[in-house]
């Protein structure tokens, strides 16, 4: 029997290039080596470990008392590093394990799921790639969408956990790789769907787009979904600050049947961006801002250069 709460707070946070310091030759990780120009060292590695598990169990928790029942991950190199972080001094009382599959992006980071064994049973996952070509007309890899179907609260719930690609190329110039990715996270819930109309869906990920871009509103329209990350968006709130302007490329969506109070164990309470004090940066004038990891080949020693982002659903 799976213990219950009254609240349970389901979370996202991009952690920004979580390498473990040894070297895959399948990968471009060179960046993430001891003798690399960042000098990623085993001290750099366990710093990054203990202030990621601190937030992860804080999140939510002033309204919870329990740090969240589900967070996807992006930017994590392998199971060593997720193993690594579930058993650090701050999450290894908090009975947490992950789903977790190797893509073939060109950096060798993939998407996660951590999830609270006292509160979700695991019932199946699998992987959907997204399939994309370069200018030249050859395969262009990015990262997986993960899917994993589980129960909560004596509900079944399909989580979709996303990293969409980048903005790297300019913002238009990419866009058609993330309305490719949308397309494909809209026919795994159209496949859902078709197996049961009812079921619950959680869509959670760093799109690399705000809520207000073609390929949010794509997904939102085609599948149904709810995003309560629309209204949480402002001048003065995101996720993520680019040449001081506040992005919220982090989101949570989901089926509109998380409304129905009658027929569902959980219903929606609430979206945040969680921004406490101390993921932030608290001088210069980047005060505000994540407190990040790295500033290009620059160590500061911080937490991520997203802040997480959470919903709470309540319980029936």
């Known amino acids: ?6 609240y349970y707070s389901i979370a996202f946070y991009n952690i920004e290039n979580l390498f473990d310091i040894e070297n895959d030759p399948l990968t471009n990780d ?9 000098r990623w060292t085993i001290k750099r590695y366990q710093n990054k470990l203990m202030k990621l598990g601190t937030a992860i169990s804080k999140i939510g928790k002033d309204d919870t008392e329990v740090a969240p029942v589900l967070v996807g991950l992006a930017e994590v190199e392998n199971q060593k590093v997720l193993s690594d972080l579930i058993h650090s001094k701050n999450l ?3 009975n947490y394990d992950y789903v977790h599959y190797d893509s073939l992006d060109e950096r060798g980071i993939d ?8 509160f979700f049973s695991v ?6 790639s997204v399939y994309l070509q370069n200018e030249r007309g050859q395969r262009d890899y990015t990262r997986d969408i993960l899917l994993v179907q589980g129960e909560l609260h004596n509900e079944q719930v399909h989580i979709i956990v996303n990293h969409w690609p980048s903005r790297r190329e300019g913002v238009k110039e990419s866009e058609v790789k993330r309305i490719a990715a949308a397309n494909v996270v809209n026919s795994i819930i159209k496949n859902l769907k078709s197996e049961n109309p009812e079921t619950k869906i959680i869509v959670m990920g760093d799109f690399n787009d705000n809520p207000n871009c073609k390929s949010l509103e794509i997904l939102e329209k085609e599948s149904s979904l709810y995003n309560p990350f629309k209204t949480v968006w402002s001048r003065d709130n995101g996720s993520l600050s680019y040449n001081f302007q506040w992005n919220l490329f ?7 049947n998380f409304f129905d109070t009658n027929n569902s164990n959980l219903s929606f309470s609430d979206a945040q961006v969680f921004k406490s004090k101390f ?14 990891t790295y500033v290009g080949l620059k160590y500061k020693g911080g937490y991520s250069d997203h802040f997480p982002v959470f919903i709470q659903l309540k319980s029936s």
């Open 30 to 38: 060179d960046d993430f080596l001891p003798t690399s120009a960042k």
């Open 250 to 256: 982090d989101q949570i969506l989901f089926s509109t």
């Open 1 to 6: 029997m799976k213990k219950t709460l009254d």
């Open 123 to 128: 019932h199946y996952s699998e992987t959907f």
């Open 279 to 292: 993921l932030e940066q608290y001088k210069s004038k980047y005060k505000g801002q994540p407190f990040r």
């Open 92 to 94: 290894k009382d908090e």
């Open 111 to 118: 998407v996660a799921l951590l999830y609270k064994t006292d």
